[in-house]
């Protein structure tokens, strides 16, 4: 077993922080078997730098440091699957919109259906894809949005 030095683990955690999304590339373990592309929410990384995750399929098994390997939503489809993870997760009420980071106040039915993805999104960010969907304006890639793009910085409003 490969123990990381103490700089090693704080690297691991910024690059890793509580509430990030990743997806699975590899994972030497024959007992729990996680199909590759599996996408995780970041719960953590221990001392030993095996990086914690609650895995959407339900498991919470940690990679493994030095042998598993995963990497951030990096692609629109990667992003859009996160999205539509966040929608099944969005609070009922008073939630972040996850395109722009705004305050929702109130029951989300009172915003807007996101056209890219099953979330609510706030008015103006249902408009600006109003305008996107007309070809008026550049389409915003996922990838930017809040809830893909802030939880390196503690966005929180998307963890569950
Ligand atoms: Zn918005």
């Known amino acids: 077993m490969n123990f990381p030095n103490k700089e090693t683990v704080e690297k691991?955690?910024?690059?890793?922080?509580?509430?990030?999304?990743?997806?699975?590339?590899s994972m030497d373990d024959s007992f729990v078997h996680i199909p590759v592309g599996t996408q995780a929410t970041v719960t953590g990384v221990d001392d030993a730098g095996n990086v914690m995750c609650a895995w959407d399929c339900g498991s919470s098994l940690s990679l493994a440091y030095g042998a598993d390997q995963a990497h951030k939503i990096s692609t629109e489809?990667?992003?859009?699957e996160t999205l539509?993870?966040?929608?099944?997760?969005?609070?009922e009420e008073n939630t972040r919109?996850?395109?722009?980071?705004?305050?929702?106040?109130?029951?989300?039915?009172?915003?807007?259906?996101s056209r890219y993805a099953t979330i609510t999104v706030c008015d103006r960010c249902g408009s600006e894809e109003g305008l996107e969907c007309a070809g008026m304006v550049e389409k915003m890639p996922l990838v930017k949005w809040c809830?893909?793009?802030l939880p390196s910085v503690g966005g929180g409003a998307w963890r569950r």
């Open 12 to 25: 691991l955690r910024s690059a890793y922080p509580v509430g990030c999304r990743i997806v699975l590339d």
């Open 77 to 80: 489809d990667e992003a859009k």
């Open 84 to 91: 539509d993870w966040y929608g099944r997760h969005q609070p």
């Open 97 to 113: 919109c996850p395109r722009c980071g705004e305050m929702m106040w109130g029951p989300k039915e009172r915003h807007a259906l």
């Open 147 to 149: 809830a893909i793009a």
